[in-house]
């Protein structure tokens, strides 16, 4: 399986951390996405006409959006991930692509320079956090830590990415005790990776010894 | 985790043992937030070069000049804290005032607001204080943490019997209505 990949880009990470967290191999090739804008190239229209990373190839498949990368690796290497019902996560998938919009709009506005209206993006996005944290405290009141149930499913791996970089954005996590929590629970999954921006969990490692 | 008192960014971890600490949110070293940072055992180590800090405050290792005893000038700034029915109180200032007695009472969920502590006081006809006990069904009683001028967060407490969703979903339209957005 071949992922067209640029290493900043959160639904690329998304595609990465499915994988890494379902021990399935990538080759990985690096696109120049900014500032070659690399993804618009000739040899990439070809293999996607939208011009968009993440592309995941497999055979003679070529997927272009992230949530059908998800439900592609999991449904062939680990169906649990596709959760008990497909009602449950289907609404959260959607819920990414908002959340892309907004915190993920304006993390490129404030780290890559994209054009936006900042100040309706960020709003927006603290709307969608709002929404995310009350219902992860209710899943919380019900036994359940993820966002469809006791065990994480795609629809976390889904919204983790551009939640978790929130403050690339402009956009604090610090008043979402909830979410924090959700993430760390995420960030302890077997098999985590990180991208810049988003840290393992150190306190699950041993510490270094010490030389003195 | 990060808290803010009154203005002031505070970090609040639990050591191994339980106990927890509160402390300015900034590394003495280059001023990284200590909230970033991880706790193993009984210290907590900054994120960014990973000095970590005793539970009295003082820095205990340097993992770069891992020979090297860190001199005793280089601390955190610590609060005093207390944990009283399952809260957490921080002083920013010496006190010999008690934390309030909250048994009896069960955490919900704590909630931003992007109104100051007064004006959230009021919204229940109240004067502002540490506690509101709004006088609900559920007991529902607010912990109020005073942010800045124009943030508060409301750490809910309610009867241990109470369903906490139909709480939390009633502090949710009451943050609706103090806000001023459209219910």
Redesign the interface.
Known sequence: MILYDYVLSASCYKVRLMAALLGVRLEVKAVNFHPARDHKSAEMLRLNPQGTLPVLVDGDLVLTQSANMLRHLARQNAPQWLGEASGQIDPWLDFAGELNASLGMARLHDVLGFDADIVQVRRDGIRQLRKME?HL??QR??GMGFLAGVAPTIADIACFPNTALAPDGGVSL??Y??I?LWMRAIRSVPGFVEMPGI?R???LAP??E??? | ????IDGQDIAIWRGASGQVHAWGDRCPHRGMRLSHG???GETL?C?YHGWQYDADGGCD?I?AH??LVPPKTICATTYSCAESDDVIWVALRPTDEKCPSLAGLRG???L?IDAAAEQVASHFGQAVNAILRLGTADNITLALQPMDADHC?AHALSDARAD??DV??WL?HQRRVIEGQPA
């Not at chain 2, 985790?1 to 803010?4: A, F």
């Open positions: 009350a405290a209710e009141f019900a610090d008043p005790p909830s924090r840290h969990l150190h306190e510490a270094p010490r030389s003195r | 985790m990060p808290g803010r991880f706790v193993r180590a994120i290792h993992p891992p020979n919900v969920r704590s931003t967060t906490r969703t939390s979903r949710e």
